[in-house]
């Protein structure tokens, strides 16, 4: 039932965001006495767990706010510049549930719930220096190798351009120290190795089952609204991530990810190091495409050569001994070395994150 698939999710939002977790729980009270959330939700009467239709109804309202549309609501999402006062919140969340409420139906009913978290350029950018630096050892170059990166489930794009980033790092900066999106990445610890070197992405692609074009305002405020309202920070690093990727597009096209990994994997490219990752993606991948992309990539390994090598580079989550928790892991494997390492953990969106090499089997 529709009630109660919104206080699932306002349960799985509470240590993250207490306004979006209370406009859910009055929400549910609404839908099961036939409010007027019943009427924003008609049609999605029959939705499942997966389709998550408590954040898709929590997106676009946010939407509606940060579009200027819903100013009765906007005073308490600080995405704005508000503050949520608790006792007039659902009020206030009525009268636009009222005056939108055929606009807030159709937002629901198209929307697909998406995110793209630039946190995760802070991993991948440490994880491209160790693999190329390790690459260019197994084949006894001087230089490290140019890189190809291929994301799959790349959603917007915004962790395509991991070498454009400014890193601050203990009053040292690494990246592009000229860069419109600055990051604080809390490592504890630092990369295996000198992350001053010259990293070059010769070439990008990504594909998504749903890409999200980040160049229209219409993909900026699709992203921007899957964000908890009250987490600020993230919010901000959304937009300078946006700010930086609408400065350098890079393509995000739609296709399953082994389909596409088949076709840009099909040939071995010489004096590059091709790099496939992923992060936060693996869970949402069927078993059957799970298991085409292992062969896809298990055969392109075996056709890596030293001046041609492959790696496979993901950041995701691993359940761990305590009930219910996560850790995110970094992975490395690199072919034809056959060198397979965990490089560190991390929170959920990247950062804070802390380097410990390790192998990996
Ligand atoms: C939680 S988002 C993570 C997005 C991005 N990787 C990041 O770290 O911000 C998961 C993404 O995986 C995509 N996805 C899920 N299954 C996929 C598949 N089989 N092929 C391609 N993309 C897929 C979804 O559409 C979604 O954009």
Not at 18 to 42: I, K, N
Not at 204 to 221: F, I, M, N, Q, Y
Request: net charge negative; with cysteine; glycine share 8%.
């Amino acid at each position: 039932m529709l009630a109660e698939l919104f206080l699932d999710a306002s349960r799985a939002c509470e240590a993250h965001s207490p306004l979006t977790r209370a406009l859910l729980v009055a929400a549910a009270e609404d839908l099961a006495r036939g409010g007027v959330t019943a009427r924003v939700m008609a049609g999605a009467e029959c939705d499942r767990h997966g389709t998550v239709p408590g954040l898709r109804f929590a997106g676009a309202l946010h939407r509606l706010v940060l579009e200027g549309r819903a100013p009765a609501l906007a005073r308490h999402y600080p995405t704005v510049g508000g503050e949520p006062d608790f006792a007039t919140l659902w009020d206030d969340a009525l009268t636009v549930l009222h005056e939108q409420a055929d606009e807030l139906r159709a937002l629901v009913t198209s929307t697909v719930v998406q995110t793209n978290e630039p946190g995760r350029s802070a991993p991948l950018f440490g994880g491209l220096h160790t693999a190329t630096h390790l690459a260019a050892d197994e084949a006894g170059r001087r230089a490290r190798f140019p890189v190809r990166l291929l994301e799959v489930g790349a959603s917007g794009g915004l962790n395509l351009r991991p070498h454009r980033v400014a890193y601050r790092v203990d009053g040292e900066v690494f990246g592009d120290p000229g860069s419109p999106f600055a990051l604080d990445p809390g490592w504890t610890g630092r990369p295996p190795v000198d992350l001053r070197h010259d990293l070059r992405l010769v070439r990008r692609a990504g594909c998504d089952l749903d890409p999200v074009d980040v160049s229209t305002e219409d993909g900026r405020l699709h992203l921007s609204s899957f964000v908890w309202a009250d987490q600020v920070n993230r919010f901000a690093r959304l937009q300078a991530a946006i700010d930086l990727a609408r400065l350098d597009p890079v393509p995000v096209r739609r296709a399953t990810g082994p389909e596409w990994l088949a076709e840009q994997l099909a040939q071995p490219e010489r004096d590059v190091l091709t790099v496939v990752w992923h992060s936060v993606v693996w869970q949402y991948a069927s078993p059957a495409d799970r298991a085409m992309g292992r062969a896809i990539l298990a055969d392109a390994a075996a056709r890596a050569t030293p001046v041609a090598p492959l790696a496979l580079l993901v950041y995701e989550p691993r359940r761990t001994h305590a009930a219910g928790a996560y850790e995110f892991r970094l992975l490395l494997k690199l072919w034809p070395a056959g060198i397979s390492l965990r490089l560190g953990t991390g929170a959920g969106h990247g950062v804070p994150f802390t380097w410990d090499t390790a192998p990996w089997d």
